[in-house]
């Protein structure tokens, strides 16, 4: 199973990235989220939501999603533009990976606040 | 104050350059709560040095439904009474995780600067470069010079510089509630932005019990009266404005929502590029969040058409002018030619409507919001607003959210304020505060 997020539903409220960061820290808090909303091009209004997993980065974008594998080189962007390296603070690859809110009673955090019902638990491969 | 609280009360001076910090006591939260209430509270003790007092409620920045809410607390320009203007997008947020509960701003600094507040940090920079500046270089300047695109600017344009009773002051680029002209306040202290970053942790005092609440809200809101609803049209539908989505469809881009919140009060439109478009734009300002529903209004029944509706709120976000009082005088004068409207903010001046219910901002429409909340009569919504407003500003929940969701009482929220912070709030309490800041 993993998190699927389907970007144009997101409203970028942020409710996912601090549940994530409750069951991290049992506290409120965002450093730990291994979800997070990238907002850094604002006046853009261009905006999406990043998962670190356990060898990947899944990056859902408006146009669509990418999984990017961990450790593999990245191609440079033609565009010259930044993409999500600033979605936070703390890189997400600094970032514990997610563990589908393994041991808490609410199933996955992310997917039970989200308000707009747009992430979803999926089958591996969906 | 061991939760939901960085137990920090952060004082100022602009004059001296003196920053120093007082504990948040567990005593003045039982008599204040939180919120406005403590805002006032501080404004009453430090009233002869002029302050600007920022604050949020306990409930800020968690995970409770719509705690978006930071509030500017001052004496308003426009009504020379103390008057309390909400902040949300995510600015709320960001200031409740700075590692400061509220910050008291007084004096007037002998040159332009900037305040920095993050991580339990403070400091006062030098803004010289940034004065003449409008509210998006700022903002721009801001997050260039620190590195860091995520912090959130209260900051003011040239309106705010200049003296005018309308000057606003802005969050990032966009428009806030402050429909008091505190953006002149922070211009007579030199005071060019506030900028905030926060990455702190609050505690909760009963961290299971807070949260199971929290999913039990937001399962019965996702049900809620506002289902299907989204966006600041549906918004001006709901007030009447019933052909308010054909009139901006071409226009919208996307919905988002301040933190937490779960209706989407914000509409991105895009007025430079195709608005269906999803990838990245290369226009760097293809348009404008619009953020404030009686604004939008007022230029709609005004007979603007959309396209300049929104041309003129971008307009008075870079200049840092009130768009609703904006709005009002363009009803009066009949000046609807977006050019000339940009020329004439300079000279701008009232008489502008004193907005309704004393102290707290316009900006939040006074009446319920695809629910009725039991209040049928007209001549109700306003001490119901008032009471509805009190209570979103003293425990940090979004004020237009909370005009559209009965699930989120009175009730409710004294139960989580208690779970997580361990004290013990309670109705009559709360009765006693709101009667002191509505007063």
Known sequence: MRIDVDALKCIGCMACEMACGYHRDDAFALL????????AREKKDYFGVV????????????????IKRIGVAEEPDPAGQKKEADASAKPMLLREPCDLCNGMKYGPMCVKICPVDAISLVEEGE | MDYLSSNKILIVDLETGQISEDDLDDELVGRKIGGVGITSSLYQTHKDKEPIVLG????????FPASALGVVSAKSPRTGNLAHAPFTLKAGMELKYTGFDYVVILGRSPKPVFLWLHDGVADIQDASDLWGADVWATTDSIRRAMGDDLIQTLAIGPAGESGSDLAQVCINYWASGDCWGFGKLFGEKNLKAVALRGMGLLEISEPEDFVDQCFDVFDKIKGGAFAGR??????????GEKDASEWLAPFIHRHSACYNTPYSTNTFVYLNEDSKTLTEPVEPEPGFLINDPCALLAFKRAGFSAQNACRVLKACSKYGIDPAAVAELCEKSGQKDTEKIEQSFSDLKGPVAIPDGGKFSSWSPAQPLFSDFGVSDRSAYLAWWTRRQAVAYLFGIH?????????LSEELMIEMFNKGTGLELSQESLDTVIDDVCS
């Open chain 1, 32 to 39: 730990s989220s291994c979800i997070v909303v990238y907002r």
């Open chain 1, 51 to 66: 998962i670190k997993e356990e060898e990947s980065l899944t990056i859902a974008r408006p146009e669509g999603l990418e």
């Open chain 2, 399 to 407: 004020p237009i959210f909370v005009n559209m969701s009965p699930e």
């Open chain 2, 230 to 239: 989204r966006g600041i049209e549906d918004i001006l539908s709901e007030m």
């Open chain 2, 56 to 63: 949020t409620g306990l409930l800020t920045g968690t995970m």
